[in-house]
């Protein structure tokens, strides 16, 4: 740690997830709001997914996911202290909300350079990140060496063997989000189907 109370920067790794129709604005606002912090620098989004529901919550829209790489200063609680300010802003209210059910942003930390951190409140490596082909694929397009601290392996072998036979498209509608104010909702017309 620094003099400053400050960490030095360590590469981190956040997730990005949601099925509401407005989640690609939701998205590109998140990442707008990382970019803006003092203390998060060089901040790099992965293609986006779409995917179909992990976990018991069936009947629910497809997700959209992808991965976002940044440099930080900011240690890794008050970094997920931030990701969760960023959700409620979002619109998240998790009293509201069934787990694994509909959200519409939803930031995990996934990774905070090799640290391994477990406490009450924070699980890192994220406990289910190499489980999840929806995490892995996303991030191998980006860093497909970056090494899992918890089990040693490239997340390019995590994918190769991974269990998780959810599907997991690529997803094209991310530039006209960024590019045309309203064609996120053109995009979620196509690319979200109804449970
Ligand atoms: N928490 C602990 N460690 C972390 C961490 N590394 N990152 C705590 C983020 N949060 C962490 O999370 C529950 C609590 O975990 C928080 O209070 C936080 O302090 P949450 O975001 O409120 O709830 P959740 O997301 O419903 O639960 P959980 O267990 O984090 O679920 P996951 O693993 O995020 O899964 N299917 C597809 N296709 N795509 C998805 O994105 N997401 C989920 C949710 C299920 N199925 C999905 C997807
Ligand atoms: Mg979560």
């Not at 998205?27 to 976990?55: D, I, M």
């Not at 490596?125 to 980006?142: E, G, N, S």
């Not at 036979?165 to 006209?176: E, F, M, N, Q, S």
Request: hydrophobic letters at 40%.
């Amino acid at each position: 740690m620094r003099s400053d109370g400050s960490d030095p920067a360590v590469v981190a790794w956040v997730g990005l997830g949601g099925n509401w129709p407005q989640t690609p604005r939701l998205f590109q606002g998140a990442l707008r709001r990382l970019q803006s912090q003092a203390l998060v620098h060089k901040v790099v989004c992965s293609p986006l997914y779409l995917t179909e529901p992990v976990g018991p919550v069936c009947r629910q829209r497809w997700f959209l996911n992808g991965v976002i790489r940044i440099e930080t200063g900011l240690g890794p609680r008050a970094l997920l202290r931030l990701l969760h300010r960023i959700e409620r802003s979002a619109g998240r209210n998790r009293k509201q909300e069934r787990r694994w059910g509909p959200r519409g942003l939803d930031l995990d930390l996934l990774f905070y350079g090799a640290r391994r951190i477990c406490d009450r409140r924070l699980i890192v490596p994220h406990p289910r990140a190499h489980q999840r082909r929806f995490v892995l694929q996303p991030m191998v397009d980006l860093a497909p060496e970056w090494i899992h601290p918890g089990c040693g392996k490239t997340i390019d072998t995590l994918l190769q063997k991974v269990d998780d036979t959810h599907l997991t498209i690529l997803w094209d509608g991310w530039a006209r989000t960024l590019n045309r104010s309203n064609a996120s909702r053109a995009a979620t017309r196509t690319f979200f189907p109804d449970g």
